[in-house]
């Protein structure tokens, strides 16, 4: 980053602000109020007591791939929870959080640029997520996108979030929401721009593209003053 930076380029996220949004612990930065209830942990004990207080968890990998070996424990899957937490925590550390019912069927993604909702042509670019079969695996194809009203909640929640979006230096953000809880945040591959497009018809891009030649413009501006090499002012502006 430095080099391009010096050289004049814009580089959009600040580098260290993608290194530490990429890991799945940076939600644990974000107020309780608005996370699901969630543990990280390798011991089977720890884990069982979250899953008995809970009745119904969601286990992943901490450092897995998204969408890969998502399990779903209650009452049925019950007994096999010690396999479960022995095959995930082969991998390392495990997340177990809350199971939200909402998530299950949908959630809603909404993108935020600079650290505030994108909005363009008076439509957020925010679309609902629906899973066909109550998937909880991201399975290319089976899943159904439906326009969604933005909410007092939803906004308030990323009232809630902005403060750390804008430190971290993070430009363009999906955000996966379900009831009134951040479920994910999407900086190295927000997908569902195009879904999105399609929903809303609007095209997005124009936006972005224009915060992009704003972004140029302030820099010739500003000249030296946005040359940090971690690029966190000009990210979020």
């Given at each position: 980053?430095?080099?391009?930076?010096?050289?004049?380029?814009?580089?959009?996220?600040?580098?260290?602000?993608?290194?530490?949004?990429?890991?799945?612990?940076?939600?644990?930065?974000?107020?309780?109020?608005?996370?699901?209830?969630?543990?990280?942990?390798?011991?089977?004990?720890?884990?069982?007591?979250?899953?008995?207080?809970?009745?119904?968890?969601?286990?992943?990998?901490?450092?897995?791939?998204?969408?890969?070996?998502?399990?779903?424990?209650?009452?049925?899957?019950?007994?096999?929870?010690?396999?479960?937490?022995?095959?995930?925590?082969?991998?390392?550390?495990?997340?177990?959080?809350?199971?939200?019912?909402?998530?299950e069927k949908c959630y809603t993604r909404i993108y935020l640029m600079n650290g505030v909702p994108l909005y363009h042509k008076g439509q957020y670019a925010a679309v609902k997520v629906v899973h066909k079969s109550g998937n909880l695996k991201k399975i290319e194809g089976n899943d159904r996108y439906c326009r969604v009203k933005v909410t007092k909640q939803m906004l308030d929640i990323i009232d809630i979030i902005r403060p750390r979006i804008i430190k971290d230096g993070l430009f363009l953000v999906g955000l996966d929401i379900a009831s009134d809880k951040l479920l994910e945040l999407n900086v190295f591959m927000p997908g569902e721009l195009v879904n999105i497009e399609a929903v809303t018809k609007v095209d997005f891009f124009d936006a972005i593209i224009d915060a992009l030649e704003r972004k140029v413009e302030y820099k010739e501006l500003y000249q030296s003053k946005f040359n940090s090499a971690d690029n966190v002012e000009l990210a979020a502006l």
């Amino acid at each position: 980053g430095m080099f391009a930076v010096k050289e004049g380029v814009i580089v959009l996220n600040s580098p260290e602000g993608l290194s530490k949004s990429r890991n799945k612990l940076y939600l644990q930065n974000f107020p309780e109020k608005i996370r699901t209830d969630s543990i990280i942990a390798r011991d089977e004990g720890e884990i069982k007591k979250f899953y008995d207080k809970k009745n119904k968890i969601i286990m992943k990998p901490l450092f897995g791939e998204d969408g890969k070996n998502i399990f779903m424990v209650h009452n049925k899957e019950g007994p096999n929870i010690n396999q479960i937490i022995e095959a995930l925590s082969r991998e390392g550390y495990v997340i177990a959080r809350e199971y939200l019912k909402e998530a299950e069927k949908c959630y809603t993604r909404i993108y935020l640029m600079n650290g505030v909702p994108l909005y363009h042509k008076g439509q957020y670019a925010a679309v609902k997520v629906v899973h066909k079969s109550g998937n909880l695996k991201k399975i290319e194809g089976n899943d159904r996108y439906c326009r969604v009203k933005v909410t007092k909640q939803m906004l308030d929640i990323i009232d809630i979030i902005r403060p750390r979006i804008i430190k971290d230096g993070l430009f363009l953000v999906g955000l996966d929401i379900a009831s009134d809880k951040l479920l994910e945040l999407n900086v190295f591959m927000p997908g569902e721009l195009v879904n999105i497009e399609a929903v809303t018809k609007v095209d997005f891009f124009d936006a972005i593209i224009d915060a992009l030649e704003r972004k140029v413009e302030y820099k010739e501006l500003y000249q030296s003053k946005f040359n940090s090499a971690d690029n966190v002012e000009l990210a979020a502006l």
